[in-house]
């Protein structure tokens, strides 16, 4: 598996309160994302980012913001948590753009919503 | 909305029987990707397809793209639990750097 680490792999948080997931990794790559998982929907592209400092929106980006202040970390900022973010969320990574090169998946973090 | 459509939605087979599943995008793709998830794990990459009418096989599974891009398909010949799991497709849209997925299909064999 390529090296990708997210943390944590399991939280639950009160509504309202803002939450953090990292994703770090070893490999140098580029580009990483931020998907999240949801019954019936596949996995869905919340932000990415092509650089340090570059990022772009995703199709589910509303309430959530990230930041890439190294190569080696992405994070995903829940601003201010709903229910309706309850999901398995996963970060990805790819040497070149996803459109060029295969996609490395971390192990998913778990997050509920109360 | 999401305009990588993937049909079933799930499927249940006997061991050995054969599985298709299909993935339409109404837009033309680039390339086209497919990755297998097992029950609790992560989106594992399986292949890459990129010219029009491609075909790729590994081992049972064969990979098809199709002559106008739009549409892909993944076959497993005689299933096997090993094969359990659910199964993307992938492709750029608008933007090379955006992947967009599939719903995915749910492949369940019984022994």
């Known amino acids: 598996d390529a090296g990708i680490t997210q943390s944590p792999r399991h939280k639950v948080t009160e509504t309202g309160t803002p939450v953090t997931l990292r994703c770090h990794q070893t490999e140098n790559h580029r580009y990483m994302y931020w998907y999240r998982q949801d019954p019936g929907h596949g996995l869905r592209l919340i932000h990415y980012s092509y650089g340090v400092k570059d990022t772009d929106k995703g199709e589910v980006s509303d309430g959530y913001s990230v930041s890439r202040s190294k190569t080696e970390d992405f994070l995903l900022t829940l601003e201010s948590a709903t229910s309706s973010q309850t999901s398995v969320y996963f970060c990805a990574i790819s040497e070149k753009g996803q459109g060029a090169t295969e996609a490395f998946f971390g192990q998913g973090t778990r997050l509920t919503v109360v | 909305g999401q305009q990588v459509m993937q049909i079933p939605q799930y499927q249940h087979v006997q061991e050995g029987e054969d599985f298709t599943t299909y993935c339409n995008s109404s837009t033309t793709l680039s390339n086209i990707q497919w990755y297998k998830q097992r029950p609790g794990g992560h989106p594992v990459f399986l292949i890459q397809?990129?010219?029009?009418?491609e075909v790729k096989k590994q081992k049972r599974l064969t990979f098809q793209f199709g002559e106008a891009k739009k549409n892909s398909s993944l076959h497993i010949t005689a299933t096997q639990t090993t094969d359990v799991g659910t199964y993307f497709c992938?492709?750029?849209?608008?933007?090379?750097?955006?992947?967009?997925f599939g719903s995915g299909t749910k492949l369940n064999v019984k022994p």
């Open positions: 992938a492709g750029p849209l608008y933007n090379f750097n955006k992947f967009y």
């Open positions: 397809l990129v010219k029009s009418g």
